[in-house]
């Protein structure tokens, strides 16, 4: 049988002095689309930090396709895990300095066609590619972010609140984005969101996160109901 | 007929220049600037950090062995480091030890290039000459060393996003800190860079208006001015540099993981 894509066991994290995640145990399937909810504060930011080892958990292991965490080269891990947070980072320059903000100008001009694709894809207009990245919405501005960790090809994607900062209507179209790369390029996603709108998304699988804990929602719904 | 006799300053000459500080006491007082106490501390212990150097030098000029001049360079590079230190807004790990490694690097450098190279002393270590020298290489590293570390670190607590975001797509932590380390770099080398552009045009150094009261001729005080100036950049520059990565090494660990505890600790104290 396959491994699972992220498999953690007894994860803990603690900061100064605080227990931020106790004892969380998930397993995620390739392909899967999971939704991790609950109140600010409450660890799931600090918990998807650790798919892509942005911090490292105080005791527990990861493994990403049966493989320690740890072991694997970070950088390349990095490659294949992106991570989009909950505001646009913006460099200075166009949108094509701000796809590819560590390439050299050759690099970026070999990768034009696959940047403008890409906007295609996003439902963004391909002449936004010389726009100043400074002078667009914050929507587009969050989707050019998505667009730039796609074009490293990640076979997971890390969400971070990725709608936090924008109106229901960029909502809408950055749920879109990922409904359609889950569903019709199979990226496996991990999305943190407590917004409504996220619950709604296809084919999610549901977990909520208290007070460090992860737990399906249908658990909630049973105390509830 | 110039009949200056750089010889006579007397302690009561001295004295008089205070009148300047009370020009400033004035200026201060009337801006209502927080300054009086800093300003007067400053001067009194400058009066007497100089009468004392000037002591000291004439003993230290008297040090005849390499071994020596090694030994005092260690001691102000010690001092010079902790003087970094408490120069820091924000506190980085292990800065003292950085900051003497920085020092080292850079008079060890520079001052081999000026010495070795430049004038071809023989030997290398005649203190009246590499006891000044080598204070100003390391007054000028510590000078620019820690307002580039303050910048760098202010810069680093300011751009989280933007170094997560580099870090997240694949940089290496050095690859990640490179635009900031640029930044701040940048910005400390500026004064250096608009003195070179002004000097002999707008401005007159110190140090060549100090030889010439002196004493010494006003060209061959010149030809020194212009290697002091050069090797000032080169200083900056330097230390600037090999200080900028060694920072980022403390705030971007060895996982590539940029440390945000370091600037959560900042905020709550």
């Known amino acids: 049988m396959a491994s699972p894509l992220f498999e953690l066991k007894n994860i803990t994290l603690r900061s100064n002095g605080q227990t931020i995640l106790n004892n969380v145990n998930l397993e995620i399937n390739e392909g899967e689309f999971i939704l991790i909810s609950g109140v600010s504060g409450s660890g799931k930011s600090s918990l998807l930090r650790l798919f892509n080892r942005l911090d490292s958990p105080s005791s527990g292991e990861i493994y990403f396709k049966g493989k320690q965490l740890s072991t694997i080269q970070i950088l390349e891990l990095r ?12 460099f200075p320059g166009t949108v094509k300095d701000n796809l590819m903000p560590l390439a050299s100008e050759k690099e970026k001009n070999q990768t034009k066609d696959k940047m403008l694709h890409l906007l295609r894809e996003m439902n963004l207009s391909q002449t936004l590619l010389d726009e100043d990245m400074s002078v667009l919405s914050g929507g587009e501005q969050q989707r050019i972010s998505l667009a730039r960790v796609l074009l490293n090809q990640p076979e997971v994607l890390l969400l971070d609140e990725p709608s936090s900062a ?27 969101s407590h917004n409504e709108a996220a619950q709604n998304l296809k084919g999610i699988r549901k977990l909520i996160m208290e007070n460090g804990n992860l737990r399906p929602t249908n658990e909630v719904m049973d105390e509830h109901f | 007929m110039n009949t200056f006799d750089p010889s006579t300053i007397s302690f009561g000459d001295l004295f008089l220049s205070l009148l300047l500080i009370v020009l400033v006491l004035a200026i201060v007082g009337f801006l209502k600037l927080p300054l009086i106490k800093p300003l007067l501390m400053g001067t009194v212990r400058s009066f007497l950090q100089l009468i004392l150097l000037g002591y000291a030098l004439q003993y230290l000029f008297a040090l005849n062995s390499a071994w020596q001049i090694a030994l005092l360079f260690l001691l102000m590079i010690f001092y010079a480091s902790w003087e970094g230190k408490r120069r820091q ?111 002999g045009l707008i401005s007159i150094p110190g140090v060549l208006v100090g030889a010439v009261l002196g004493g010494v001729d006003p060209l061959t005080a010149i030809k020194y001015q212009i290697l002091v100036m050069y090797f000032w950049t080169a200083t900056t520059t330097l230390s600037c540099a090999i200080l900028a990565f060694l920072i980022s090494g403390v705030f971007i660990n060895h996982h590539h993981q940029l440390q945000r505890n370091l600037f959560y600790k900042l905020r709550s104290s």
């Open chain 1, 79 to 90: 490659l294949q895990v992106g991570m989009l947070f909950q505001k646009a980072a913006i």
């Open chain 1, 166 to 192: 924008l109106d229901p209507e960029n909502t809408r179209l950055i749920f879109e984005n990922l409904e359609y790369l889950n569903q019709n390029k199979g990226l496996s996603i991990v999305l943190v």
């Open chain 2, 89 to 199: 807004k924000i506190a980085i790990p292990g800065y003292w030890r950085l900051q003497v490694l920085t020092l080292s690097i850079s008079l060890g450098l520079i001052m081999a290039t000026v010495l070795l190279i430049i004038l071809d002393l023989e030997p290398w270590f005649n203190p009246v000459l590499v006891i000044p020298v080598g204070g100003m290489i390391i007054g000028q590293a510590l000078n620019g060393s820690s307002v580039m570390s303050n910048n760098l670190a202010n810069y680093f607590q300011k751009q989280q996003l933007e170094v997560e975001t580099l870090l997240s797509l694949g940089a290496s932590r050095y690859q990640a800190a490179l635009p900031l380390i640029r930044e701040a770099v940048r910005t400390a080398m500026i004064p250096n860079i608009n003195a070179l552009n002004t000097v």
